[in-house]
């Protein structure tokens, strides 16, 4: 099993920044593919950014620019650079790991972590 722990949300304006960070503990988390996703109030989780043990990478259309998805893998840290937030952005912010490879649908993870909020207040 694969433990993830996100770290780094809050409330920031519009057009700030944050960087989440999410920690992978277990199983050698540096086998897995780790993604990002969000989750607003009254929708669905949705894909925001992947990267395969290759470091492929994959956003969402709306995050591309403006996001940025990098791993650590000697400290098994994923992390989330977020530039020019927008009030849209607000959502909890999941990461998540699968075995298989770049995938954007969240029914391909197998390990979520709680989650942390990111509020983007305009």
């Known amino acids: 099993q694969v433990q993830l722990v996100e770290s780094g949300g809050g409330l920031v304006q519009t057009g700030g920044s944050l960087t989440l960070s999410c920690a992978a503990s277990?199983?050698?988390?540096?086998?897995?593919?780790m993604a990002w996703f969000r989750q607003a109030p009254g929708k669905e989780r949705e894909f925001v950014a992947v990267?395969?043990?290759?470091?492929?990478?994959d956003y969402a259309e709306p995050v591309k620019g403006r996001f940025l998805i990098s791993r650590d893998i000697p400290k098994n840290i994923v992390y989330l650079r977020m530039d020019s937030l927008k009030p849209e952005d607000t959502a909890v912010y999941h990461c998540?790991?699968?075995?298989?490879?770049?995938?954007?649908?969240?029914?391909?993870?197998?390990?979520w972590g709680q989650g942390t909020q990111v509020t983007v207040s305009s």
């Open positions: 998540a790991a699968n075995r298989w490879g770049l995938l954007t649908s969240p029914d391909d993870y197998t390990y």
């Open positions: 277990g199983r050698p988390a540096t086998t897995y593919n």
């Open positions: 990267i395969t043990l290759s470091s492929t990478i």
